[in-house]
Antibody, heavy 124, light 110 residues
Framework: QVQLQESGPGLVKPSETLSLTCTFS????????WSWIRQSPGKGLEWIGY???????KYNPALKTRVIISVDTSKNRLSLKLSSVTAADTAVYYC??????????????????WGQGTPVTVSS | QSVLTQPPSVSAAPGEKVTISCSGS????????VSWYQQVPGTAPKLLIY???KRPSEIPDRFSGSKSGTSATLGITGLQTGDEADYYC???????????FGGGTKLTVL
């Protein structure tokens, strides 16, 4: 049974760095892309970025100057760091396994396993 | 305002059929596969359709996906009260180099 579990502080101060971890169990981290996705209160889904198990990554252009996603394959763990946070970064943050494929000629993401989500509030 | 446009809400009676549209452009829906997700409030999204029209094995065939040009459609037949949820489409945008999601559609089963 594939399971993902996010963890991290639920409250972050403005201008500081949000740091979250996602632990994966029940399968292999290899051969998949892994994404962070967030959902602001009452709003839709926003993709933050992905990392391939090999370490290559891609980020949402709107966030790329502030985001770092990393992977530790030995611990089946993903990490998200989002710097210089503001109230607009308040959201539920999800990690998700992406069974999709990414080619220069086209890309086909699809997220088949999700964590339960962890709420993060940015406030002083 | 999402790049992928979905109707804010749809409704239908139990047992009926409903469709949810996802309108985009040639840089996203028109040239990339689409996936669909169901989200019951307070829970994580669940994959319903991937690669435009494929279902994970655990998803019943009441759910279907299709695409024509720059618009994709999720169909749900034999509506059940348990289908009440928010539904999101997702795809890749080749111009933005990013995964995009639609704004979501709230399904009410009357």
């Amino acid at each position: 049974q594939v399971q993902l579990q996010e963890s991290g502080p639920g409250l972050v101060k403005p201008s500081e760095t949000l740091s979250l971890t996602c632990t994966f169990s029940g399968g292999s981290i290899s051969s998949y892309y892994w994404s962070w996705i967030r959902q602001s209160p009452g709003k839709g889904l926003e993709w933050i970025g992905y990392i391939y198990y090999s370490g290559s990554s891609k980020y949402n252009p709107a966030l790329k100057t502030r985001v770092i996603i990393s992977v530790d394959t030995s611990k089946n763990r993903l990490s998200l760091k989002l710097s210089s946070v503001t109230a607009a970064d308040t959201a539920v943050y999800y990690c998700a396994r992406d069974r999709g494929r990414y080619y220069d000629s086209g890309s086909f993401p699809s997220f088949d396993y999700w964590g339960q989500g962890t709420p993060v509030t940015v406030s002083s | 305002q999402s790049v992928l446009t979905q109707p804010p809400s749809v409704s239908a009676a139990p047992g009926e059929k409903v469709t949810i549209s996802c309108s985009g452009s040639t840089s996203n829906v028109g040239n990339n596969h689409v996936s669909w997700y169901q989200q019951v409030p307070g829970t994580a999204p669940k994959l319903l359709i991937y690669d435009t029209n494929k279902r994970p094995s655990e998803i019943p065939d009441r759910f279907s996906g299709s695409k024509s040009g720059t618009s994709a459609t999720l169909g749900i037949t034999g509506l059940q009260t348990g289908d009440e949820a928010d539904y999101y489409c997702g795809t890749w945008d080749s111009r933005l180099s990013a995964v995009l999601f639609g704004g979501g559609t709230k399904l009410t089963v009357l």
